[in-house]
């Protein structure tokens, strides 16, 4: 079954105003979302540039855009790396930019990416193959105190330090290579209802640590800002709460009137975050914690 992109209508809403306009994908994933884009914005000479870390992902998204090939640019970048690679070798600036935070569901199902703790696999994690941390590598070699504070900082997990106590006393006597064994260790720690959910947790805060995503993510915002035309869009789903909390506090930083000498600042247009609605969430269980927010450029003439 192939990745339901999230917020679809919503995104469009909000990212869309220039039909003719250049809009930049900066998680393209399977192409989802921008071929949904390019179905408004095609007919009318619009177009994408479409970026991401993994190969593979860019694979597939050429497949699903085919239709389209003319008015697709596909990169591989991440977020931090886009300014300096791609979007400062551009002339022009863009009329929009969008940032899906979540992960391909396709990805999740795939066991040898080591992203799900319900499919054994090994602990990989990584979204590019060309990354070299791996999440086996986190829990077997980091001191305890460094990995109990990578679970609580990347996750809010209640029970870091237990779970990281666990780990370090289990890798003494064996490595961590699976996802089950990684499970089973958290599961010997938290009981009850608690479990699956400090078990994704844990997942979460190693996804994020391989990937150095919040890192990405504070890198990607200010290189978007600063190539969005004026009347531009900025558009971010997030789906936990220290993503949305970056995102939040990029968008008011940004803002009048701490903006307000430099001529340029973002008129944010979702004063709270959107959510999917309860059809969305039935038929898409994944997008029950999305939460959209967008924001508009306004450049100030000087004349």
Same mark, same amino acid.
């Given at each position: 079954?192939?990745?339901?992109?999230?917020?679809?209508?919503e995104? $469009?809403?909000?990212?869309?105003?220039?039909?003719?306009?250049? #809009?930049?994908?900066?998680?393209?994933?399977?192409?989802?979302? *921008?071929?949904?884009?390019?179905?408004?914005?095609?007919?009318? /000479?619009?177009?994408?540039?479409?970026?991401?870390?993994?190969?593979?992902a860019?694979?597939?998204?050429?497949? %699903?855009?085919? %239709?389209?090939?003319?008015?697709?640019?596909?990169?591989?970048?991440?977020?931090?790396?886009?300014?300096?690679?791609? $979007?400062?070798?551009?002339?022009?600036?863009? *009329?929009?930019?969008?940032?899906?935070?979540?992960? %391909?569901? *396709?990805?999740?199902?795939?066991?040898?990416? /080591?992203f799900?703790?319900?499919?054994?696999?090994?602990l990989?994690?990584?979204?590019?193959?060309?990354?070299?941390?791996?999440?086996?590598?986190?829990?077997?070699?980091?001191?305890?105190?460094? $990995?109990?504070?990578?679970?609580?900082?990347?996750?809010?997990?209640?029970?870091?330090?237990?779970?990281?106590?666990?780990?370090?006393? #289990?890798?003494?006597? %064996?490595?961590?290579?699976?996802? #089950? &064994?990684?499970?089973?260790?958290?599961?010997?720690?938290v009981?009850?209802? &608690?479990?699956?959910?400090?078990?994704?947790?844990?997942?979460?805060?190693?996804?994020?640590?391989?990937?150095?995503?919040?890192?990405?993510?504070?890198?990607?915002?200010?290189?978007?800002?600063?190539?969005? &035309?004026?009347?531009?869009?900025? +558009?971010?789903?997030?789906?936990?709460s220290?993503?949305?909390?970056?995102?939040?506090?990029? $968008?008011?930083? =940004?803002?009048?009137?701490?903006?307000?000498?430099?001529g340029?600042?973002?008129?944010i247009?979702?004063?709270?975050?959107?959510?999917?609605?309860?059809?969305?969430?039935?038929?898409?269980?994944?997008?029950? *914690?999305?939460?959209?927010?967008?924001?508009?450029? +306004?450049?100030?003439? =000087? /004349?």
């Open positions: 079954m192939p990745h339901i992109p999230v917020m679809t209508t995104v $469009l809403e909000y990212l869309l105003w220039d039909y003719a306009g250049k #809009y930049v994908d900066c998680t393209l994933g399977d192409g989802m979302h *921008s071929k949904a884009i390019l179905r408004i914005i095609g007919p009318h /000479g619009g177009s994408i540039l479409g970026l991401d870390r993994d190969p593979r860019l694979d597939s998204a050429r497949s %699903n855009l085919s %239709n389209h090939i003319n008015q697709v640019e596909l990169a591989l970048s991440t977020f931090g790396e886009m300014e300096s690679k791609i $979007l400062d070798k551009k002339e022009k600036p863009y *009329s929009g930019f969008l940032f899906d935070l979540g992960l %391909n569901s *396709s990805r999740l199902k795939n066991a040898d990416d /080591g799900s703790y319900m499919i054994d696999g090994p990989d994690m990584r979204m590019s193959p060309h990354d070299r941390l791996t999440a086996a590598r986190i829990v077997n070699d980091f001191p305890e105190k460094q $990995l109990a504070d990578l679970l609580f900082r990347n996750s809010d997990e209640r029970f870091s330090r237990k779970i990281a106590k666990a780990i370090a006393g #289990y890798r003494q006597k %064996n490595s961590i290579q699976t996802t #089950y &064994q990684l499970r089973d260790i958290i599961y010997g720690v009981k009850g209802y &608690q479990r699956l959910k400090s078990v994704a947790r844990c997942f979460q805060a190693l996804r994020i640590a391989v990937n150095n995503e919040l890192e990405e993510l504070k890198n990607g915002l200010p290189a978007a800002f600063m190539h969005l &035309q004026s009347g531009g869009r900025l +558009v971010v789903i997030s789906y936990h220290i993503e949305d909390r970056i995102v939040k506090g990029f $968008l008011r930083d =940004n803002r009048l009137p701490r903006r307000a000498a430099e340029k600042y973002l008129k247009l979702t004063p709270k975050p959107v959510r999917p609605t309860a059809d969305e969430q039935s038929v898409n269980p994944a997008a029950r *914690s999305a939460r959209l927010r967008a924001a508009e450029m +306004v450049i100030v003439s =000087n /004349g």
